[in-house]
C-alpha cells in the first residue's frame, strides 16, 4: 500500500532511540523528508546517520520541554522547508513514585513533558498546517493514560490529560484540514524499558504475561501504526485512539 508520504515534511521528537527513531526510520523509507528531534547531542547524531541510509533527515537538537525553543524550531522549519505536513510528538516520560513521596518538581516536569510540549507544538503547528491545506499530527500515549498503577501519578495522570487534550484538538483541527489523532502504546522493548526490564525480571515477567499476545511489543510495530495514522489512506481518521498493546488495554482483568 502507497501511504502517500512521498516528499512530505515530518517531524518527530523523542527520536534519538526506541519509538522515535524507529517511527523516522519509516517515515524516511517512505519518502518523507524527517526532522528528528531528541536532547541528546552524541545519540541523536547516530540515530541521524542510522535514517539517512534510508532516506531524507536531518536532526535538531533541543529539549522539548524547552517550549520557546521547540516552537522556534518548529517555525523555523516550516520557513526553512516551506511546510510542516506531519509532526509525531513521541517525547515522554516522567517520575514514578507513590503519591506522598512525589515532589512538585517531578510532578510538574511530566506535565510538561507529557502535555505542555505536545500543547505548544500544536499551537505553533496549527496556523502552518492551516495555510497549506492541512496536515497530520500524532500524539504518543500509554496505556496508563486510561488504566490505573500505583507509583504513576505524574506518568499517568499527565498522559490522561493528553487523551483528552488530544481529542480537543481534534475537533478543533478537523475544520482546517488538520488530522490529530492518538498512538496509544502498550508495553513496549524499547532502550527507555530495558532497565527496568532488567532490574526487575520478575515483574518483567508478569507484565509479559499480562499481555494476551504474552509478548512486549516493538518500537517497530508502534512505527507502523504511527505511520499509518499520518498516511493518505487515513485521511478520514481524526479523533482516533489506536492501541497498539497486544490487547492489553481491552481484557477483562481475571
Avoid at 103 to 116: E, G, K, T
Avoid at 201 to 215: D, L, N, Y
Wanted: glycine share 10%; charged share 15%.
Amino acid at each position: 500500500m502507497d501511504l502517500g508520504l512521498k516528499n512530505k515534511i515530518a517531524v518527530v521528537t523523542g527520536a534519538s532511540n526506541g519509538i522515535g527513531r524507529a517511527t523516522a526510520r519509516l517515515l524516511a523509507q517512505e519518502g518523507a523528508h524527517v526532522v528528528m528531534i531528541a536532547r541528546r547531542v552524541d545519540v541523536l547524531e547516530e540515530a541521524r546517520a542510522d535514517v539517512a541510509a534510508w532516506g531524507s533527515v536531518e536532526a535538531i537538537a533541543l529539549d522539548v520541554c524547552d517550549l520557546p525553543a521547540y516552537t522556534h524550531a518548529l517555525e523555523e522549519v516550516a520557513e526553512r522547508l516551506g511546510r510542516i505536513d506531519i509532526l509525531v510528538n513521541n517525547a515522554g516520560g516522567g517520575a514514578f513514585g507513590p503519591i506522598d513521596m512525589m515532589d512538585d518538581d517531578a510532578f510538574i516536569q511530566s506535565y510538561r513533558l507529557n502535555v505542555y510540549a505536545p500543547f505548544a507544538s500544536m499551537r505553533a503547528v496549527f496556523p502552518i498546517m492551516e495555510r497549506q491545506g492541512g496536515g497530520a499530527i500524532v500524539n504518543v500515549t500509554s496505556i496508563m493514560g486510561v488504566r490505573a498503577q500505583a507509583l504513576s501519578v505524574s506518568y499517568a495522570s499527565s498522559k490522561a490529560a493528553l487523551n483528552h487534550l488530544n481529542a480537543v484538538a481534534a475537533v478543533e483541527g478537523a475544520p482546517k484540514g488538520i488530522r490529530v489523532n492518538t498512538l496509544q502504546v502498550g508495553s513496549i522493548a524499547t532502550e527507555g524499558t530495558a532497565g527496568y526490564r532488567d532490574a526487575y525480571p520478575e515483574q518483567a515477567a508478569k507484565v509479559t504475561t499480562a499481555v494476551p499476545m504474552g509478548r512486549w511489543g516493538t518500537p517497530e510495530e508502534i512505527a507502523a501504526g504511527i505511520a499509518f495514522l499520518v498516511s493518505a489512506p487515513a485521511s478520514f481518521v481524526a479523533g482516533a485512539v489506536l492501541a497498539v498493546d497486544g490487547a492489553l488495554s481491552v481484557q477483562f482483568p481475571y
